[in-house]
């Protein structure tokens, strides 16, 4: 089992769609919100995705697959 | 001996012990170093300052790590110049341009990397590592190589042969990364928590970013012990920017200096600008971007401290610019034309930032303004080879130069 850290950003199109409860239900990844902010236009949530490594990289590939950008909840760490 | 006293959560206030740790384990907020205040107005003072070396060490009472065993190769106190003929050119009377492209990799990241890579050594690391696409790999490569440490660095595959060799002149690891910008950046996070290193800027960051502060040291020593009116700022990930500003509010808390009222504006290239985006749009959410755009050193989609510099543009009354890659190529000529300063990519966003803020009312005739120049121009050739004038070829003959010459005057570009 792991855990990773990830931020979904959501488009407008998105705001709408349950999907990080379908992502719980479609792959084998309990998922976790740490922080949020969501309002009409946009939105992102801190997630943590704990599971099979594999099956957290088949999961995240879903989202992106959605529409949903995928990134470290860090920020970009390559610089400059 | 160093005043710092430990790691705070800059969302929820949790401490914890000066350790490598970049985020706070309960809200993933950013830690940053504190100090003993009370302690350092004790001892500093504006001479015990002017008395220290020419590098960003003389400022070692407000640095995280013990300044005699510090990883030294002569990082920082680069000139501060008063640009008067760029100053002319865009109708602002009291400008001055810093000038870290004399750093010795020739960019700012050697104050960061002197303090991240100085920090990593007192806490047991003896590799270093970093992601990058230039100047951080340079500096990082440089310090480990002269601390006798190891160094590991990730760049993606396709960079210039010129930032390639920047680095593996200094023997490090090299890794070519393939794949895309957002793969390449999900690896590397992932390697950093998966190695015991000490990446430069993720899990020694807090040290890191605290270099960063010496350019706010150094600008309001360089004027005479005070701080400018205004600071224009190329933005990445944003640290450069909040961490000038926390320079300069910590040589007033020293009192060093009268309290600084300084705003703060800051640069991103058009391509890549999740801040100056969100500033327009007047919202504190910024959206992670893909960046494009020839100012691969400010291409940072999802800047880490994005939103704490959007709430300093909006603290300090400062604003943002965006600018198209032909507006850097003609920043970097500009630059280059009136104050014989070669910079990056990076410096030709933020004079053309300068530019457009000032052709905006955003920075006014009388301010004394500081532009930050953070790279130099040799990093980046290709921005600026087309946009440029061939030089004359002639045989070696009298009349072969008149006649190449008089054709150039004709022109007007000579």
């Given at each position: 089992m792991a855990v990773k850290r990830v931020r979904f950003t959501f488009p407008e199109n998105l705001i709408r769609e349950p999907i990080i409860y379908r992502l719980g239900h479609e792959f084998r990844v309990i998922t976790n919100v740490r922080m949020a902010d969501v309002d009409e236009k946009t939105g992102w949530v801190v997630l943590e995705l704990e599971g099979d490594p594999d099956e957290i990289e088949r999961s995240i590939a879903w989202a992106q697959e959605r529409g949903v950008r995928v990134d470290p909840v860090t920020g970009d760490v390559v610089e400059g | 001996m160093s005043y710092a006293k430990n790691l705070r959560c800059r969302e929820c206030h949790r401490e914890y012990p000066l350790?490598?740790?970049?985020?706070?384990?309960?809200?993933f907020g950013p830690v940053e170093v504190t100090y003993d205040y009370d302690a350092i107005r004790k001892v500093v003072t504006r001479e015990r300052i002017e008395r220290?070396?020419?590098?960003?060490?003389?400022y070692r009472d407000f640095l995280p790590c013990d300044a005699d065993s510090a990883i030294d190769i002569g990082a920082g106190f680069t000139p501060l110049i008063e640009a008067k003929n760029l100053g002319k050119a865009l109708g602002l009377k009291k400008l001055y341009i810093k000038n870290d492209t004399v750093n010795p990799t020739w960019s700012f990241k050697d104050r960061v990397v002197a303090v991240a890579s100085s920090r990593a050594r007192e806490l047991g690391y003896d590799k270093l590592a970093c992601a990058s696409t230039g100047n951080l790999a340079n500096s990082v490569s440089a310090h480990a190589a002269a601390a006798g440490m190891e160094a590991v660095v990730f760049i993606p595959h396709d960079l210039e042969l010129g930032k390639v060799l920047g680095s593996s002149i200094y023997g490090p690891t090299l890794v070519k990364v393939r794949g895309n910008y957002d793969a390449v950046n999900r690896l590397c996070a992932e390697l950093a928590g998966a190695?015991?290193?000490?990446?430069v800027n993720v899990n020694v960051r807090p040290y890191y970013s605290e270099g960063s502060k010496t350019l706010g040291f150094e600008v309001a020593e360089q004027l005479g012990w005070r701080a400018p009116d205004h600071c224009v700022v190329p933005i990445a990930s944003g640290s450069l920017f909040v961490k000038i500003r926390k320079g300069l509010q910590e040589l007033w808390k020293a009192g060093l200096i009268d309290e600084p009222k300084t705003r703060m504006s800051g640069a991103q290239a058009t391509g890549c600008s999740p801040v100056a985006t969100a500033w327009q749009e007047g919202t504190m959410n910024f959206r992670p971007q893909r960046p494009n755009t020839i100012a691969k050193s400010l291409?940072?989609?999802?800047?880490?401290?994005g939103y704490y510099s959007l709430v300093q543009l909006k603290e300090t009354g400062g604003a943002c610019g965006s600018v198209t890659d032909e507006e850097i190529v003609a920043g970097m000529k500009l630059l280059a034309e009136t104050e014989g300063i070669f910079a990056e990519t990076a410096g030709g966003v933020t004079i053309a930032s300068l530019k457009q803020l000032t052709e905006q009312g955003h920075?006014?005739?009388?301010e004394l303004t500081v532009a930050f120049i953070t790279g130099a121009g040799f990093k980046t050739v290709e921005a600026v080879a087309e946009a440029l004038n061939p030089p004359l070829e002639i045989d070696a003959t009298m009349e072969s130069f008149d006649a190449a010459y008089n054709a150039r005057v004709a022109q007007g570009v000579a």
């Open positions: - | 350790e490598a740790r970049h985020v706070c384990d309960f809200c220290g070396p020419a590098s960003l060490w003389r190695y015991n290193w000490a990446f291409a940072i989609g999802n800047p880490a401290d920075i006014h005739p009388d």
